[in-house]
C-alpha cells in the first residue's frame, strides 16, 4: 500500500465550529506533515511529526491542533477559524526524517476547506 | 535558507518535449524532487535525484542536474495532454532533512 489518504475530501465551517481533519498512511512511514496550499501557491510546511513527537510547528496559530495518536494516524483539529484560513489542506509522510534517508514525501489528496 | 525558483509558466505543443527548469540557491541540499499537481488533486512524486548523480532517467522524464549552477531540470518527451499540470520542483536542504524547500510552480499547458 503506498498510499496516503485523506478525510473528509471537501469541508464547510463556521467560524465558531470544531472540526477535524484525517489522515492515514499503511507505508511504515514515521515522519508525518500537514501542509497548507493556497490557490497557485507552493504547499506551506505547517507541522512535522516524527515517531509521534511534535518536531516542527512553523509558527501555526493555536486555533490549528495537530494530533498524532499512533504512527499511521495523523489528525488536524480546527477550531474558531477565519474565512482566510480557507485552502487545500495536505498531509504527507515520508521514511523518516534522518539525513541519509532519500526524504520523499508522500502526499494525500487533500482537504478542501472552506471557512465562512 | 534555501530558496527555490521556476518560471511559472510553459506551453508546448503536443507531443514536442517540455523542458522545465528550476534553480537552487543552498549547495548542501542533498535530494532534489519534481512533483506534479492536477487541478483539486495533491501532489504526485514524480521522480527525485540525489546531489552526486548530473542525470536520471525514468521513462518519457529525463531529470538534468548541474550543481556547480545549483540548476535542475526536468524533460518530458513525447508531451501529452495528460501531462497538463503544475509541476513543483523542491530541495532538501542539508541542514534540515525534515523539510523541503518549493519552488513557486510551473504550470505546463499543451496546446494540440
Known amino acids: 500500500d503506498t498510499e496516503v489518504t485523506q478525510t473528509p475530501k471537501h469541508l464547510v465551517m463556521g467560524m465558531t465550529n470544531k472540526k477535524s481533519l484525517k489522515c492515514e498512511q499503511h507505508?511504515?512511514?514515521?515522519?508525518m506533515y500537514w501542509y497548507k496550499q493556497k490557490a497557485k501557491k507552493p504547499p506551506e510546511l505547517m507541522f512535522v511529526?516524527?515517531?509521534?513527537?511534535?518536531?516542527i510547528n512553523e509558527s501555526v496559530p493555536s486555533r490549528f491542533s495537530p494530533e498524532c495518536p499512533n504512527s499511521s494516524l495523523l489528525n488536524l483539529h480546527l477550531h474558531a477559524l477565519q474565512p482566510e484560513d480557507s485552502a487545500l489542506y495536505l498531509c504527507?509522510?515520508?521514511?523518516?526524517?534522518?539525513?541519509?534517508?532519500?526524504?520523499?514525501?508522500?502526499f494525500g489528496p487533500g482537504t478542501r476547506l472552506t471557512v465562512l | 535558507g534555501e530558496d527555490v525558483e521556476q518560471s511559472l509558466f510553459l506551453s508546448v505543443r503536443e507531443g514536442d518535449s517540455s523542458v522545465i527548469n528550476c534553480t537552487y540557491t543552498?549547495?548542501?541540499?542533498?535530494?532534489l524532487y519534481w512533483y506534479k499537481q492536477e487541478p483539486g488533486a495533491g501532489l504526485q512524486l514524480l521522480t527525485y535525484?540525489?546531489?552526486?548523480?548530473d542525470m536520471k532517467q525514468d521513462q518519457r522524464l529525463t531529470v538534468l542536474l548541474n550543481k556547480k549552477d545549483k540548476h535542475l531540470s526536468l524533460r518530458i518527451a513525447d508531451t501529452q495532454t495528460g501531462d497538463s499540470a503544475i509541476y513543483f520542483c523542491?530541495?532538501?536542504?542539508?541542514?534540515?532533512?525534515?523539510?523541503?524547500?518549493f519552488g513557486s510552480g510551473t504550470r505546463l499547458s499543451i496546446r494540440p
Open positions: 504527507a509522510s515520508s521514511q523518516g526524517v534522518a539525513g541519509n534517508l532519500q526524504g520523499e514525501q508522500f
Open positions: 507505508m511504515g512511514h514515521r515522519a
Open positions: 511529526y516524527s515517531y509521534e513527537k511534535l518536531s
Open positions: 543552498d549547495s548542501s541540499s542533498t535530494y
Open positions: 535525484i540525489f546531489s552526486n548523480m
Open positions: 523542491a530541495a532538501r536542504p542539508y541542514s534540515s532533512a525534515s523539510k523541503i524547500i
